[in-house]
C-alpha cells in the first residue's frame, strides 16, 4: 500500500504571512488534489494537478498559489494568510477517477 | 448551480441501521463516491456508484437514482465505532473531460448504545 504524508500538521501564521503546505505520495498516482474543509462546509477545489508539473485551477484558487514539481509532490502556498483564518487543508491522490487517497490534513490558524 | 446536500447529523442506536441520504445537482453525472472521515484524520473512501440501483457492499450499501439526483448510503448492525461523518462526493461532466468532483457538508453520524 502507499501513504500521503502533508506537512507540516499544524500551521500557526500572522496575518499576510506567506505560508507553505507540503504534501507527498508513494502510490504513483498521476493526479494530485488540494481541498479546503470549513467547518459546516463541503471540501472545496483549491488546486489539481494531473501530471507533473502541469497546475490546474479549482473552485477557490484565488488567494493560493501551487506547484507540482514531481510526480510524487505537490505543494500549496497561501499567498497572504488572512487574520483569524482557520481551516484544515488535505491533499489526496487518485489514479483514476473513482478514488481519492487523502493525507491526514494541515491545520491552519491565523493570528 | 451545482450543489451537494445531506443532513448535518444523524443519530441511531447500536445495533440497528441508519441511513445517510445525499441529494446533487450537478452539470452532467459521472459518479458518485462515498467517504468516512473520523475526527481529525483523513477521509477514507468506502463506495463508488455509477449505475442506477442497490449496491451492498456488506456492513456498508449504496444507492443510486440518477433521475432523481439521489443516493444514500446504508450502514447495517451498527457498531459505537461506525460514529463519523460520511461525506458524499459527486462527479460532474464537462464535455470529454474527467469532470470536477462535488463534495457535500458531510453528515455526522452518532451511534448511541
Known amino acids: 500500500g502507499g501513504i500521503i504524508t502533508q506537512t507540516p500538521k499544524f500551521l500557526i501564521g500572522q496575518e499576510g504571512q506567506k505560508l507553505t503546505l507540503k504534501c507527498q505520495q508513494n502510490?504513483?498516482?498521476?493526479?494530485m488534489y488540494w481541498y479546503r474543509q470549513d467547518s459546516g462546509k463541503g471540501l472545496r477545489l483549491i488546486y489539481y494537478?494531473?501530471?507533473?508539473?502541469?497546475?490546474q485551477k479549482g473552485d477557490l484558487s484565488e488567494g493560493y498559489d501551487a506547484s507540482r514539481e514531481k510526480k510524487s509532490s505537490f505543494s500549496l502556498t497561501v499567498t497572504s494568510a488572512q487574520k483569524n483564518e482557520m481551516a484544515v487543508f488535505l491533499c489526496?491522490?487518485?489514479?483514476?477517477?473513482?478514488?481519492?487517497?487523502f493525507g491526514h490534513g494541515t491545520k491552519l490558524s491565523v493570528l | 448551480g451545482q450543489g451537494v446536500e445531506q443532513p448535518a447529523k444523524l443519530m441511531s442506536v447500536e445495533g440497528t441501521f441508519a441511513r445517510v441520504n445525499c441529494t446533487y445537482s450537478t452539470s452532467g453525472f459521472n459518479g458518485l463516491s462515498w467517504y468516512q472521515q473520523r475526527e481529525g484524520q483523513a477521509p477514507v473512501f468506502l463506495s463508488y456508484?455509477?449505475?442506477?440501483g442497490l449496491k451492498d457492499s456488506g456492513h456498508f450499501s449504496t444507492f443510486l437514482s440518477r433521475s432523481n439526483g439521489y443516493s444514500y448510503l446504508l450502514l447495517t448492525e451498527l457498531q459505537i465505532k461506525d460514529s463519523a461523518s460520511y461525506l458524499c462526493?459527486?462527479?460532474?461532466?464537462?464535455?470529454?473531460?474527467?469532470?470536477?468532483?462535488?463534495f457535500g457538508a458531510g453528515t455526522q453520524l452518532i451511534v448511541i448504545p
Open positions: 502510490f504513483n498516482h498521476d493526479t
Open positions: 494537478s494531473i501530471t507533473e508539473n502541469d497546475l
Open positions: 462526493a459527486v462527479r460532474d461532466r464537462r464535455g470529454s473531460a474527467l469532470g470536477r468532483l462535488h
Open positions: 489526496a491522490s487518485s489514479r483514476g477517477s473513482e478514488r481519492l487517497f
Open positions: 456508484v455509477v449505475l442506477d
